[in-house]
């Protein structure tokens, strides 16, 4: 790093985070150890039919186990931050009431190893997996999840914010609510055009009750993540215009617009129709907390045409000459630099946070001189970082950066079929292998983005 010039273009701003990032259910394993209750995920995985192969978490990256050795590789590779979820269900195995003390140590360990290491520890409340015996009580469409919501964030607060000090209520509560109660892909599996606004607005809502929860109880700073995908109209015509915007308040718009505005955008009554609730005003007065960052999942964009899907009347279109990952989503870095910059203009001027931004490729097996050579995921990083540090330039006030992911893990319902980490695992024996994508960045990370004067290698 120190022969790189110091007159660098891209030289992040003085205590930019570098990080990496995971999620409980697709890294831990052990879903049930030590006193834990089932979470919605355990239940969907373990329903015929519902994920790739009945692919499942009960072992996943068996992390439950082996989280020191992750920690040390996280040391290894020069990480500055740590974001990971908590799962509900190990702290309270009923969701409310009865707080499991195993469960709560886990992740007290957890905090203490990465803050021996130097790493700091980002906690995500909740990262999809709902304990199955609040879905049994109506899950997020039940309005008493708010208050449900506050009593678990309140426990963790009690228990880590002395050595916690980034907080995050939800991750994508736009993916909790089109995968797990408008189309059903996710769990809990619902497909009705009349629950998904419900279980946005309560979703809000217990945001909004976590984030009180906290400015009673905790010192530092809690946020909201959420996932943004830039559209762009597929032509010029005012139908497709109509189908970028429609596609952009629901997907973009649908949960920032009341926790940072305390409303909704009006397209979304046109999205939704008569399965668009009144909602009471009153409502509004508990989402919008004030916060003190926001995280930001950035993984593609899409250019939006209209058609007769449902409900949006508006779908991707594919674009003949980009490139796209195995997950099939367009690789388009000029994406994140134009959603950070529609932030700033819509939102003002609150800290942001890259909470997640990677891609999965086909890798090759690990090689005989230990290597795994993704080309294509630092290409990716290396286009993406550039982005963010072009949009820093342009005056938003970008924090930190966690790569999605630390680990090979599991992609929710497909299964161990996508491999988005750094770090390649054998889910044979679980041994882990930092792949040449983790040695770069780590690079980068040392040389704290200098690195990214170097054109990309590939
Ligand atoms: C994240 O969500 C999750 O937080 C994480 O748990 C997950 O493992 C990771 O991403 C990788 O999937 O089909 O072209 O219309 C991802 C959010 C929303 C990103 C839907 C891609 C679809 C693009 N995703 N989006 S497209």
Not at 36 to 52: E, V
Not at 94 to 102: D, H, K, L, P
Not at 301 to 311: F, G, I, K
Not at 363 to 390: F, Q
Request: glycine share 8%; hydrophobic share 40%.
């Amino acid at each position: 790093a120190d022969a790189l010039p110091s007159n660098s273009r891209y030289q992040f701003p003085k205590g930019f985070l570098w990080g990496a990032a995971t999620a409980a259910h697709q890294i831990e394993g052990s879903p049930m150890a030590d006193g834990a209750g089932p979470s919605i995920w355990t239940r969907f995985a373990h329903t015929p039919g519902m994920t790739l192969n009945g692919d499942n978490g009960d072992i996943a990256c068996d992390h439950y186990r082996r989280w020191q050795d992750d920690v040390k590789l996280m040391r290894d590779l020069g990480l500055q931050a740590y974001r990971f979820s908590v799962s509900w269900s190990r702290i309270l195995p009923e969701g409310t009431g009865r707080v499991n003390q195993a469960g709560l140590d886990f992740y007290s360990r957890l905090v203490d190893a990465l803050l021996e290491n130097g790493i700091e520890p980002l906690l995500t409340l909740y990262h999809w997996d709902l304990p199955a015996a609040l879905d049994d009580r109506g899950g997020w469409l039940n309005r008493d999840c708010a208050d449900w919501f506050a009593e678990y964030g309140r426990v963790l607060y009690r228990a880590l914010d002395g050595r916690v000090k980034k907080w995050v209520t939800l991750n994508e509560p736009w993916v909790i609510t089109d995968g797990g109660y408008l189309h059903g892909a996710l769990a809990p599996g619902h497909r009705s055009r009349y629950e998904a606004p419900i279980a946005s607005h309560n979703l809000m809502r217990a945001h909004g009750a976590a984030v009180q929860a906290y400015r009673a109880e905790g010192k530092h700073e809690i946020g909201l993540v959420v996932n943004i995908e830039p559209k762009y109209p597929a032509s010029e015509s005012e139908a497709d215009a109509a189908a970028t915007r429609r596609a952009h308040a629901y997907m973009n718009e649908q949960y920032l617009h009341p926790a940072l505005l305390g409303r909704y955008p009006p397209e979304l009554k046109e999205v939704f129709g008569d399965a668009w609730p009144d909602f009471d005003p009153e409502d509004f007065k508990l989402i919008v907390q004030p916060l003190d960052f926001v995280g930001i999942n950035y993984y593609t964009r899409s250019v939006t045409q209209a058609n007769d899907s449902y409900p949006l009347k508006a779908g991707a279109v594919r674009q003949p000459l980009a490139t796209y990952s195995e997950t099939g989503w367009e690789v388009f870095p000029q994406g994140l630099t134009d959603l950070l910059l529609w932030f700033k203009n819509t939102y003002g001027d609150l800290p942001v946070y890259i909470t997640e931004n990677g891609a999965a490729f086909f890798d090759p097996p690990v090689a005989e001189n230990g290597h795994v050579c993704d080309p294509l995921r630092i290409n990716y990083l290396h286009k993406h970082l550039r982005a963010i540090h072009d949009a820093i330039d342009a005056g938003v006030d970008i924090r930190g950066y966690m790569v999605w992911s630390l680990l090979d893990n599991l992609e929710w319902s497909l299964g161990y079929s996508k491999r988005f980490g750094i770090v390649h695992v054998n889910y044979g024996t679980q041994e882990r292998t930092p792949k040449d994508s983790a040695l770069w960045y780590s690079q980068v990370i040392g040389s704290h983005g200098r690195k990214l004067d170097e054109p990309s290698p590939y």
